[in-house]
């Protein structure tokens, strides 16, 4: 129940950011607007009792799998449905892989930020978004 409403309160930031207008913006905004998206969700995981836990706890105990593999797929389809609305074009699958990769990348992130604290996480995140960033122009350049 702990992880559902975590991840439920993750997932309400992602699902007011995974907006067509987000995923075709300028590169330099897009990649703006997903540090900011990563900062809100740290943030939420921060304020949430044992946040931190919970989410060691998704990854590492068996039975909590299906919580944790539900959730991705579902921010993954809003960054998908989000992405072909504006994209049309492009290849779903090559969507479909991104957006998977995309969010299990930052929740990986997320877990590594906690785990080590002496990371510099602003240095970390921007290279996370700028990774991202990256991607979703090379699909971008696709659709022409």
Excluded: C
């Excluded at 900062?39 to 921060?46: G, H, I, K, L, R």
């Excluded at 504006?86 to 997320?110: C, H, N, S």
């Amino acid at each position: 129940t702990l992880g559902e409403r975590l991840m439920g309160a993750q997932n309400a930031l992602l699902a007011e950011w995974a907006t067509p207008a987000a995923l075709s913006a300028p590169a330099a905004e897009f990649h703006h607007r997903l540090m900011g998206l990563f900062s809100d969700t740290v943030a939420v995981t921060d304020a949430f009792a044992g946040g931190a836990w919970i989410m060691r706890a998704l990854r590492a105990v068996p039975a909590l799998y299906e919580v944790r593999v539900t959730s991705h797929r579902h921010v993954s389809q809003l960054i998908e449905q989000a992405f072909v609305s504006a994209y049309p074009t492009v290849d779903p699958k090559q969507i479909q892989t991104f957006a998977r990769l995309a969010v299990e990348m930052g929740y990986a992130v997320q877990e590594m930020l906690t785990d080590e604290p002496d990371l510099d996480a602003h240095a970390v995140v921007q290279r996370y978004a700028a990774m991202i960033t990256r991607e979703v122009v090379t699909l971008r350049d696709t659709a022409r």
